[in-house]
């Protein structure tokens, strides 16, 4: 059974930082690139970052280049958005994904992934 669990979301004020780690199993973790992406209230799902199989390639929007960091450590299976200066509009649900399918919207590795885990809430306040 494929599982892809996010944590280490939570409230945060601006200038502060958050760690989310997503920790997936019951697939080859260490095979497939993976993304984070966020959503909030009213607004489409938006790629931020992502990585190839092992990390040495990483791709991010414009709007967080900078101030977050994708990584993963396949030893332990796990992927990490490390996200710095947080501000007010980062505020969304954060969700991981794997194993991407096709990409599209511009990156080589955002796009429509198979596994998705069901998120963590990211509250950034003024």
């Known amino acids: 059974q494929v599982q892809v669990v996010e944590s280490g979301g939570g409230l945060v004020q601006a200038g502060g930082s958050l760690r989310l780690s997503c920790t997936g199993s019951?697939?080859?973790?260490?095979?497939?690139?993976m993304a984070w992406y966020r959503q909030s209230p009213g607004k489409e799902r938006e790629g931020v970052a992502c990585?190839?199989?092992?990390?040495?390639?990483?791709f991010t929007i414009d709007s967080v280049k900078g101030r977050f960091t994708i990584s993963r450590d396949n030893a332990k299976k796990t992927l990490y958005l490390e996200m710095n200066n947080l501000k007010p509009e980062d505020t969304a649900m954060y969700y991981c994904?794997?194993?991407?399918?096709?990409?599209?919207?511009?990156?080589?590795?955002?796009?429509?992934?198979?596994?998705w885990g069901q998120g963590t809430q990211v509250t950034v306040s003024s």
């Open positions: 994904a794997a194993d991407l399918r096709r990409a599209s919207g511009g990156s080589w590795c955002l796009g429509e992934y198979h596994y």
């Open positions: 990585t190839d199989w092992n990390g040495s390639r990483t």
């Open positions: 019951g697939y080859p973790f260490d095979d497939h690139a």
